[in-house]
């Protein structure tokens, strides 16, 4: 790996440099005090970054064009810092994860507004920062995964047929990184390991390497994961996870590291109860505490063992909402119920829109958990469509037992107003009726 020459100057530049160091909770401290992003993550669109990074050109950040995305969008590269050590980071080359472009963006404003911070003075000297926020400008206008040729820009690094990977590659090869940063979302219902805990945050030391074999650049990236495994536990311990390193050719992660740069992947789930700030806060902490472990060479000395020990990601077969023991009436075939636990998962969308959830298992469901879990034991479970079923609708409505219904009469909804009714993953009427468990 090309680590040694810029490593060398900069232990030459920092051997003898005491520098003070913040903590993680002064990190979120400044983050909660004062980030420039306002419009939550998810709602984000095109024009919102653009406003952003003029926000930062008024700050003094460099900021500039360097392509264009297959329907003609500008994509971005933000440039902070005169260092010899060279980090290179890409966010929502997937369209519809966008939270660590709002975290790259209060970044960069934390840096340039805060130059008085002893370990940031230093990494303006020290450390090139340049990092493009939205590297799929076509996707994130529609929340949506591909580019607009319906290509997944992260299995693109060897057929290179999206206008956006070969510019990734171009910026890549022609910079030349130490360091690589690839940031994305996975599905709030990914777990740690088998558990039901969410993985908030995920991690990836990248080999870059077909056989996997480990090699110095890795291995410095463990360390970094390792300093924000550690700062990210005073917030979220026990929801963070890490992915195996099995080689893919398509995968710009793999790819880019095999190319010379080792790239550390950085993946942000879902944790029930927080909004999406909340998760941007946890990415702005790491991505400090990574760069400051750089500058005050705590990465140096941090254990890499900590990222090793992490749990993989699982699937613990977590679900949205899971009501348990309903009385199922499938009124289009029959007024006769049935006995089962119904599983249903929310589809992603931006926030700000109506997110249609989706019955993913019905039946004995005592070994799997949900986000939300109610007792729906005394109540008969209907739908619209009159059928419950794997991949219908998870908008139901529940009636007592004790009452008397005629599931066969015309509009029978009307005629027997339902007593509690669950759409778009809230109530509308009923919420308090059904015991929540979870």
């Not at 360091?179 to 219902?189: A, C, K, T």
């Not at 969308?349 to 958990?369: C, K, M, T, V």
Request: hydrophobic share 40%; with cysteine; aromatic share 10%.
């Amino acid at each position: 790996m090309k680590l040694s020459s810029t490593l060398l100057l900069f232990f030459v530049l920092f051997m003898s440099t005491n520098i003070s160091s913040q903590s993680p909770k002064e990190f979120a401290e400044a983050w909660d005090k004062k980030h420039l992003t306002k419009v939550l993550p998810s709602n984000a669109k095109y024009k919102d970054l653009q406003n952003y990074l003029e926000q930062l050109k008024k700050l003094g950040i460099k900021v500039d064009e360097v392509g264009r995305s297959f329907s003609g969008r500008e994509i971005y590269q933000i440039e902070y810092g005169k260092g010899p050590l060279k980090i290179f980071m890409w966010s929502q080359m997937h369209g519809d994860e966008p939270t660590a472009t709002s975290a790259l963006i209060d970044l960069f404003a934390f840096l340039k507004t805060n130059p008085e911070i002893p370990w940031v003075k230093a990494l303006e000297s020290a450390i090139t920062i340049r990092a493009v926020p939205m590297l799929n400008p076509d996707g994130a206008e529609v929340f949506q995964r591909r580019n607009a040729q319906s290509v997944d820009i992260n299995r693109d690094a060897r057929a290179l047929q999206t206008p956006e990977g070969r510019l990734l590659k171009t910026l890549s090869d022609e910079w030349s990184p130490d360091i690589g940063f690839n940031l994305h979302n996975q599905g709030v219902l990914t777990t740690v390991a088998d558990t039901p805990r969410q993985a908030t945050i995920s991690f990836l030391a990248v080999s870059g390497d077909p056989e996997g074999k480990a090699n110095a650049g890795q291995i410095r990236n463990k360390r970094i994961c390792a300093v924000m495994i550690k700062a990210l536990e005073q917030f979220i311990k026990g929801n963070i996870a890490r992915y195996d390193d099995t080689y893919n050719p398509r995968a710009f992660g793999d790819r880019i590291s095999e190319w010379g740069t080792p790239v550390i992947l950085v993946e942000t789930g879902g944790l029930h109860g927080k909004d999406e700030m909340f998760l941007v806060k946890l990415n702005f902490i790491a991505y400090l505490a990574a760069f400051q472990s750089l500058v005050d060479q705590s990465e140096e000395k941090t254990d890499a063992t900590i990222y090793d020990r992490l749990p993989f990601n699982g699937s613990g077969e977590l679900y949205t909402t899971i009501f348990r023991n309903a009385s199922i009436v499938n009124f289009a075939t029959t007024t006769t119920s049935s006995l089962a636990d119904v599983a249903i998962n929310r589809e992603r969308r931006r926030a700000n829109e109506y997110a249609p959830h989706f019955i993913q298992e019905i039946g004995d469901l005592n070994s799997n958990n949900g986000l939300n879990e109610y007792d729906a034991s005394n109540f008969l479970m209907v739908n619209r469509v009159g059928s419950i079923h794997t991949g219908s609708s998870g908008d139901f409505m529940f009636y007592k037992k004790d009452r008397k219904i005629d599931f066969t009469a015309p509009n029978f909804e009307k005629a027997f107003p339902p007593d509690a009714i669950f759409v778009g993953g809230k109530w509308l009427t009923g919420e308090n009726l059904l015991k929540k468990l979870r």
